[in-house]
């Protein structure tokens, strides 16, 4: 199972840009990389899924180099509502059954 | 389309107690999953199950059972609650791994505490 490690915590001010990378040392051949986001009281919810390179919708990017043993979420001009924990999860191929996340990155944003 | 949806939102249990926290998803996804979030901290894996009539222990399955007898339900039991089992679960789906794209869907968590 491919463990991830995070920053515990990270601020930010309104309109930066945030990046929070996540390091996934033994990430297997077919793992994709999936980024969640959670607000308090509430399930969490997909972001943003990648394989390899980068990816990019309508709220965030995902850049994911050559060896894949990490990846970095980024989020453009964030506002005060993108105040959240961010979870990275490595697994959805077909030998990971088991989806175990990591302690996650809690981005406060100040105004 | 409702995707995952939990019952009951909130349950109040005393020490020794059993209850049963229901998972239900409409989206035919094969794959379920059921976590406990303890407050401040991140997701822990207690129990899966890759399709109906199957189930498997995650990282903290202790003091649960789970059962999949249909596609779209899946259970979590505690035959005999305690303190420490006081957390918010939260019940997962997805579709098949191996396709792209086949993230997790999240019901909106079942608030226990325990006394």
């Known amino acids: 199972l491919a463990k991830t490690t995070q920053p515990i915590s990270m601020d930010s001010y309104e309109g930066q840009e945030v990046n929070i990378t996540c390091s996934h040392n033994n990430i297997a051949t077919n793992d994709y990389i999936t980024w969640y986001q959670q607000f308090p009281s509430q399930g969490p919810r997909f972001i943003i899924q990648g394989y390899k390179t980068k990816v990019t919708n309508e709220v965030a990017s995902l850049f994911i180099p050559a060896d894949r043993k990490s990846s970095t979420l980024s989020l453009p001009r964030v506002s005060l509502s993108d105040t959240a924990v961010y979870y990275c999860l490595v697994g959805a191929s077909y030998n990971t059954d088991k989806l175990i996340f990591g302690t996650g990155t809690r981005l406060q944003v100040f105004p | 389309n409702a995707g995952v949806t939990q019952t009951p939102k909130f349950r109040v249990l005393k020490t020794g107690q059993s209850m049963t926290l229901l998972c239900a998803q409409d989206m035919n996804h094969e794959y379920m999953y059921w976590y406990r979030q303890d407050p401040g901290m991140g997701l822990r894996l207690i129990h899966y199950?890759?399709?109906?009539?199957?189930?498997a222990k995650g990282e903290v399955p202790d003091g649960y059972n789970v059962s999949r007898l249909k596609k779209q339900n899946f259970l979590l039991g505690l035959e005999s609650a305690a303190p420490s089992q006081t957390s918010v679960y939260f019940c997962?789906?997805?579709?098949?791994?191996?396709?792209?794209?086949?993230?997790?869907?999240f019901g909106n968590g079942t608030r226990l505490t325990v006394t």
């Open positions: 199950s890759v399709g109906e009539g199957t189930t």
């Open positions: 997962a789906s997805r579709r098949i791994p191996g396709q792209a794209n086949s993230p997790l869907h």
